[in-house]
């Protein structure tokens, strides 16, 4: 290492002995400050969450980044919604899918180069079962067929069906069932479900897991810097989650 | 016309862990290198911020794009191959420090047995112990050989451990001590204990105290920050070669990197290698880049595929059995073993480093008697706390549905009620699980993609069967209310997770049944040398990346040798070949 490079290095060291310090922790290993709670960036404020399948906006502040960068129209976005929220309901543990904003979550995933399959190998030819469509394709066209379902099984969009039908409706997808065009039922599924779950406990950062919500319910500390002073313990030791907003 | 670059004594394929370790080594010699490396520069400077599950672990922001290029997959030598195309299915690195950026460390040592594995079978199960198309055979090397070289790996790297009591004395201890204990760590340790097995804590390059390594590189003390697998290292405190060799062939000032430049074949005159053509991934324009050593470091797929490009040594025919270069590939991936439900009982899932854990190697090698089963090999078991992140972690017990109420309200309550145990086990080569170039699809430079044929086997299915077994009753010992067994997949699907594939170039004592002998020098081309886990002629139990190391550490030995004395093979062909 060069002794410019050297430099860069230790302050890169010590910007994060710093981090660590204010989080309340070393790098030794010793504790200094308090396990739970305490932590800087912890936000015990829980939202209270929403059953309707639209996303309710929070009462304090507005969010300018809950609006469609993906999407075009507003009743796939319903339908999505309404779907993710089968997949991860509201229930006495605390909010669902749509509360804790997955589905804005998804539409910001599929409007980014995630959704349009840029880091993938595309070229032809597609055989074997292996879908030619992009992700944000695949998205548009499972939904749009959910609601067909609903109107062919039920008589009314996806959206504005009981839950009992709407989980019905996904298990003939999950299955397989369901024709869709150069990708299966089950796929769309998998990925609706998988996406559901990445919307319910990312980062807050990609607009999904509102509050850290979903940590909160899963007991999961998010984005700390070290458990050097944990690691050991033989209880179980509870930590206020922290967002990677807190690493800024 | 590709334009001519100024000739110099090493060109590296790859600035990853081999890579580094032979820019350091040869430039600490005073030869000047020039690492090419196709993907981008990275420094400790980009490591801020990883402690991101989407970013890292899911969409593999330091990984390998497959844009440009991806390998295909087929089982069997009568279908046609398909592209492995969803980036998430190709954990492979990219730019300076390669994998070795987001690895877990794990750094166990092959054992005896695995370096002569065929000779060693046979003398004590005859030769009916391996079945017809397994195509074992010896490294061409002995543990006790190559012993001091995996202390300079484990040296260079800080590995923290404690001996695994079934392996044969070392020459020094690891030169750090291992890592904390966790409880359920603690929970195997005594359990396995009591059954009479020999656990230690698995030795890693997280390392546990503040360490500076013979070169005058300093690692920082492991944080348990449990971002550690797919993430790099924001505390300087996993072993990289970002952090470790880089720098010390850079401090020489002997050593350039060139970014974004892809290497395409490998140039040569006759016998000789010449030097290498690149083109640069941005603009597309094509440079030669002579020297007089050209080593490839860039992977056991990009090894083997510069090989085919190039048209060096003797490409293996799978019907036949016949040539080299492709030869006797395995892929790693598959683990076995089982999942714990605790209803009453909560441990700290989310506290880890990228390898931690508790391990016996009771069931590995020829530990343990073989007579009466029908595999070959083994297993490690281990207790392994991997850092559950709240998206990848979903773990419920069988028959629970996996979406809707049901799945929620369990998925919730076992997020941190599970113990895991994992096992890695070793995998036997085949006469038609080769590589070879794909009739169909290519890269975007128009050269044809890698192909995979591979499958699992009857004793990868076998070994399975036998170490769930054992995981079923230690996990059941440790008090787990429910057990559920990983399963044993129908085929391999080509989903490569962690850079755990070997063979394609293997070493052995002689140029019938190897591409290069135990300095990684082709047989064929005195000046090549192919460093990697391409050398591998199979799959021992355990992480590859610590024999990997050990072998290029003396094939670097092997490159000064040549450079000074003026060229020629290092090892002579053996009379006795042991030939198949
Ligand atoms: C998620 C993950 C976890 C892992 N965990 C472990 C572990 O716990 N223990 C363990 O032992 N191993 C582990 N590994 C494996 C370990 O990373 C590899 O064994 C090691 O990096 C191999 O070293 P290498 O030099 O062969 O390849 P790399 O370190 O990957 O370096 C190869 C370099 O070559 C470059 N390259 C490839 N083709 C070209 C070309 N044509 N032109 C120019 N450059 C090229 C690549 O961009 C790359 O930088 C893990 C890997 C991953 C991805
Ligand atoms: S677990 Fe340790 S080595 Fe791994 S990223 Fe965190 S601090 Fe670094």
């Not at chain 2, 002997?254 to 395409?264: D, G, Y």
């Not at chain 2, 990228?354 to 029908?374: K, R, S, V, Y």
Request: aromatic letters at 10%; glycine letters at 10%.
């Amino acid at each position: 290492m060069s002794d410019e490079e050297k430099k860069e290095s230790d302050k890169v060291d010590q910007s994060r002995r710093n981090f660590i310090k204010n989080s309340g922790l070393t790098i030794g290993g010793l504790v200094l400050g308090g396990v739970a709670g305490g932590l800087i960036g912890s936000n015990s404020a829980t939202t209270k969450s929403q059953t309707t399948t639209k996303p309710v906006k929070s009462h304090e502040t507005k969010e300018f980044t809950e609006a469609m960068q993906f999407f075009s129209r507003k009743e796939d976005f319903d339908t999505l919604a309404a779907a993710t929220e089968c997949i991860f309901p509201e229930d006495e543990n605390g909010p669902g899918a749509i509360a804790l904003r997955a589905p804005y979550y998804i539409d910001k995933q599929l409007a980014s180069p995630w959704g349009r399959n840029v880091n993938d190998y595309r070229k032809r030819p597609f055989k074997d079962g292996q879908t030619p469509l992009n992700r944000g394709e695949i998205f548009l066209q499972g939904i749009r067929k959910l609601d067909e379902e609903g109107e062919k099984k039920f008589q009314k969009s996806f959206r504005e069906l009981e839950e009992a039908e709407q989980i019905e409706i996904l298990q003939d997808f999950e299955s397989g069932k369901v024709k869709l065009e150069y990708v299966t039922s089950a796929e769309f599924f998998a990925m609706l479900r998988q996406s559901t779950l990445e919307g319910v406990y990312c980062d807050p950062l990609y607009g999904g897991n509102k509050n850290m919500d979903g940590w909160k319910m899963k007991e999961y500390p998010g984005a700390q810097m070290s458990y050097a002073n944990v690691i050991e313990s033989k209880e179980f030791v509870k930590i206020e989650p922290m967002s990677l907003s807190d690493h800024f | 016309m590709a334009k001519k670059m100024h000739k110099v004594n090493v060109v590296t394929v790859g600035v990853g862990w081999t890579g580094g370790i032979v820019a350091a080594e040869l430039t600490k010699a005073g030869f000047t290198v020039v690492g090419l490396e196709r993907g981008p520069e990275k420094t400790r400077k980009d490591y801020m911020h990883t402690h991101d599950e989407i970013k890292y672990d899911l969409r593999g922001e330091i990984e390998h794009n497959l844009t440009k290029d991806t390998f295909t997959v087929r089982n069997t030598l009568k279908e046609d191959a398909v592209p492995i195309r969803d980036k998430s299915n190709s954990r492979i690195g990219t730019g300076n420090g390669g994998g070795g950026s987001h690895w877990g460390a794990q750094t166990h040592r092959y054992y005896p047995y695995d370096f002569e594995i065929k000779t060693k079978t046979i003398e004590k199960y005859g030769k009916n112990k391996i079945p017809k198309n397994m195509t074992i055979q010896d490294w061409g090397i002995t543990y006790d050989e190559l012993e001091p070289y995996y202390d300079k790996f484990e040296k260079m790297a800080g590995i923290s451990g404690e001996p695994d009591p079934n392996y044969p004395d070392r020459s020094n201890p690891y030169p750090n001590p291992p890592l904390k204990k966790a409880e359920g760590m603690r929970m195997f340790h005594e359990v396995t204990k009591k059954l009479g097995y020999k656990p230690f804590t698995i030795p890693a390059g997280t390392v546990s105290q503040k360490y500076t390594n013979p070169d005058g590189e300093t690692l920082n003390a492991c944080q348990y920050c449990a971002f550690c697998g797919y993430n790099a290292c924001e505390y300087g405190a996993k072993a990289d070669p970002v952090v470790t060799v880089i720098p010390t062939a850079q401090k020489t000032g002997k050593f350039e990197i060139r970014n974004h430049a892809e290497v395409r074949r490998v140039l040569y005159k006759g016998k000789k290698a010449t030097g290498v053509i690149y083109k640069d991934t941005r603009t597309g324009e094509e440079f030669e880049q002579p020297a007089d050593l050209v080593v490839l470091t860039s992977y056991v797929f990009s090894n083997v595929r510069l090989l085919l490009l190039s048209e060096i040594g003797k490409v293996y025919d799978p019907v036949s059995g016949k040539g080299v270069i492709g030869k006797n590939f395995t892929d790693h991936h598959l683990v076995s073993g089982v999942r714990g439900y605790f209803k009453n009982k909560k441990f700290n899932n989310y506290a880890a480093t990228g390898a931690f854990g508790e391990a016996i190697t009771d069931f590995t090698g020829d530990l343990f008697d073989h007579t009466d089963l029908d595999f070959i090999h083994g297993g490690q078991i281990e207790l392994r706390i991997t850092g559950d992140t709240p998206i990848s972690s979903n773990f419920v017990p069988s028959g629970t549905p996996s979406w809707g109420k049901e799945f929620k309200k369990q998925s919730l309550y076992y997020f941190n009620r599970n113990l895991m145990l994992f096992s890695q086990k070793a995998v036997m080569p085949f006469k038609e699980h080769y590589l070879d170039l794909d009739p169909t699809y290519k890269d975007d430079w128009g050269d044809p993609l890698l192909r995979i044929t591979w499958d699992y086997s009857d004793n990868d299915k076998r070994i399975h069967e036998f170490i769930n077994g054992k995981c079923k009753e230690i996990m059941t010992e440790m008090g787990a209310d429910i057990v559920d067994e990983n399963p044993m997949p129908g085929h391999y699907t080509g989903y490569l997770a962690f850079q755990h594939n070997g063979g394609g170039a293997i070493m052995g004592a002689n140029p019938e049944i190897s591409a290069v002998n135990n300095y990684l020098q082709m047989w064929e081309m005195d000046n090549l040398f192919v460093c990697g886990a391409s050398a591998f002629p199979h799959f021992g139990v355990t992480n590859p990346t610590t024999t990997v190391g050990a072998l290029t550490y003396r094939a670097t030995e092997g490159m000064i040798k040549y450079l000074k004395d003026g060229g020629g093979q290092l090892v002579q062909v053996e009379k006795e070949a042991q030939l198949i």
